[in-house]
């Protein structure tokens, strides 16, 4: 079996759908269900015999030598984390202690257990890591996209937080040898993200007739990835990535934040019209700008396509479509998860933010 954390979170969920979909293997889910974290997003598999779901922090030793002796997965995947820019400047102190404490409990563990394996299982063993692009900092416009190879410049506490734990993973195999793997992709979109991120949240609002807060000029681009075009770049990697690699994943979909909304409003404008006919994009509404905000990140994807043979297959006008599409189907997903303290962090986050018009 594999190990997953964070399972209940927006990519882990999405990873465990498809690994199930897909193969025969069973998955031990150890999620500690923070705010982001909804046992929901796993209803379908729930009663699946090859599914198991632990709550449970990374962070836990005795829990984590347990795990791993009861259990005996042959690869552990890490997508544990806080992964919120806004909320890693409001409260950085969660990021360390997640995503550097955390990660780093975990590899103990994990290096424990494998010294614990006989050498075929050890050789077969795999830790694989899942970081974020944005450990490269910033680009400016006309720069060539991040390879493996860009060096760490990260700027905000939540990149810095990732950027560190990738560096406790690339120790862990220098100094002792445990099988690693990281990854490094941009921006990922499609069901069940927590709308606090872009896309979830300009549906959201925009659904309730409410602002849509776009930050500063609108003009910094990301690259967007459809979920699940990541999870079968994860599961390429996992079964062939070489131990000690890091791999960059995008969905060469470089997009203007602006240009993000318009099309979320022109597809809601078509799948679900607003009733005094106006189009959604009268509520934009550019607000005083995130604190240190990156202007551009972009993916070199061509280790992965030439050494794994793994691309992209979602076309970004496709996946949003299908997102909205998603959104508008599951009211009843986004208003379980948007109760309780979802209200207090709009308020405490948007509140303060001064129209900028
Ligand atoms: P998410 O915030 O939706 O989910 C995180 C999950 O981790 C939640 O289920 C939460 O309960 C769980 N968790 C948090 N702290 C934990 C702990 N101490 N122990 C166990 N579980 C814990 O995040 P996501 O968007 O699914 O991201 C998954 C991973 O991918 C993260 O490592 C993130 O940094 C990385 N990533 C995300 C994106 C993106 O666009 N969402 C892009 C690049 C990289
Ligand atoms: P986000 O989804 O938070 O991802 P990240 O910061 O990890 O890239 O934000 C994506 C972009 O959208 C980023 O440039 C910030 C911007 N943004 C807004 O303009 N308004 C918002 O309300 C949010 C949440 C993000």
């Known amino acids: 079996m594999i190990l997953v954390t964070g399972g209940c979170g927006f990519i882990g969920s999405a990873f465990l759908l498809q690994w199930l979909a897909s193969s025969d293997e069973k998955v031990l889910n150890l999620d500690l269900l923070t705010y982001a974290g909804h046992p929901g997003n796993l209803k379908a598999v729930e009663t699946d015999p090859r599914y198991r779901f632990v709550r449970g922090d990374i962070g836990n030793p005795t829990l984590l030598h347990d795990l791993l002796a009861t259990y005996k997965p042959r690869a552990i995947l890490n997508f544990a984390a806080e992964s919120h820019v806004d909320r890693s400047i409001s409260g950085p102190m969660a990021f360390a202690q997640t995503n550097v404490v955390g ?96 896309i979830p949240l300009m549906i959201h609002n925009a659904l309730q007739g409410n602002p849509l807060p776009v930050y500063g000029d609108g003009q910094q681009i ?114 379980s998860v948007t109760s309780g303290s979802y209200r207090d962090w709009i308020d405490q986050q948007y509140a303060t933010r001064v129209q900028d018009s």
């Open 103 to 198: 990660t780093l409990s975990l590899l103990g563990a994990a290096l424990a257990y494998w010294q614990s394996m006989s050498p075929g299982e050890a050789s077969d063993f795999r830790f694989l890591h899942v970081s974020t692009d944005e450990v490269f900092g910033s680009l400016t416009l006309d720069a060539p996209a991040f390879t493996e190879a860009h060096r760490y410049e990260p700027n905000s506490p939540y990149s810095a937080s990732k950027a560190a734990s990738d560096h406790f993973v690339r120790a862990y195999h220098h100094t002792y040898g445990l099988p690693t793997l990281t990854t490094n992709c941009s921006n990922n979109y499609g069901p069940r993200q927590f709308p606090e991120k872009l």
């Open 222 to 335: 990301r690259d967007w990835l459809h979920v699940d075009d990541h999870c079968a770049a994860l599961r390429a990697v996992l079964a062939q990535g070489r131990p000690g690699d890091t791999y960059n994943v995008g969905g060469r979909s470089e997009r203007r934040n602006l240009a993000v909304v318009h099309a979320i409003c022109a597809t809601l404008d078509d799948l679900q019209p607003r009733s005094d006919g106006q189009s959604y994009s009268v509520l934009i509404t550019h607000v005083g700008d995130r604190l240190g905000h990156d202007r551009r990140y972009a993916i070199d994807d061509s280790k992965i396509a030439t050494e794994l043979g793994w691309l992209p297959s979602i076309q970004f006008d496709d996946g949003i479509r299908q997102t909205v599409q998603w959104y508008l189907e599951n009211k009843a997903w986004v208003e």
